[in-house]
């Protein structure tokens, strides 16, 4: 069995039901590594990226809504993205996460346990949860720089910027 990562985002429906913590704790059962991890806003920009394979779905620019916290706003507009560590990660963690709609779901998975169907038909189910290997490197290269990254998992080069770089004052 291999190791594989994966990225892990907890929704902005799983932060404002205050889930991050019960979450966590399921997740914890698989006993894997935490090897980065972050609050984001989400961009539009990043939101249809992420989303990419979905665009031609009706449900897309709600999709893309309901990943930057749009629905919610503020304090709620942001994820938490973790990236996982572990022996066959991928199909272990899905298996917690729990099938794509709640309804369907294992009632003890995370998107059972705590997933809804809104009105507006989207699936509110909490977690995000890369589905393979190729699938989860672009993900995590998407959402992550290679410094918020604590293990080398993918080749890197040095590159030089003359960009501005806002520091602590
Ligand atoms: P996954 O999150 O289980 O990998 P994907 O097919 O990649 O499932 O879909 C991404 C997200 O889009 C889902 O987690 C869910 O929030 C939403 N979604 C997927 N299919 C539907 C649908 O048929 N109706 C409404 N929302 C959907
Ligand atoms: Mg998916």
Redesign the pocket.
Known sequence: MAIEQLLILIKPDGIKKSLTGNILTKLSEAKMIIIGAKVVKVSRELAEKH?F??KD?P?FAE?AE?IQGKIYGAPWDRVLALVYQGEDAIARMRKI?G???PEEADPVSIRGAYGR?TTK?????VV??S?DPAEAEREIKLWFKPEEIVNKIYPTKKVKQENEETVWE
């Open positions: 989303y394979h979905l779905k449900f999709l309901y996460a099938a794509t709609n169907i038909g989207i699936y509110e189910n995000h949860c589905s």
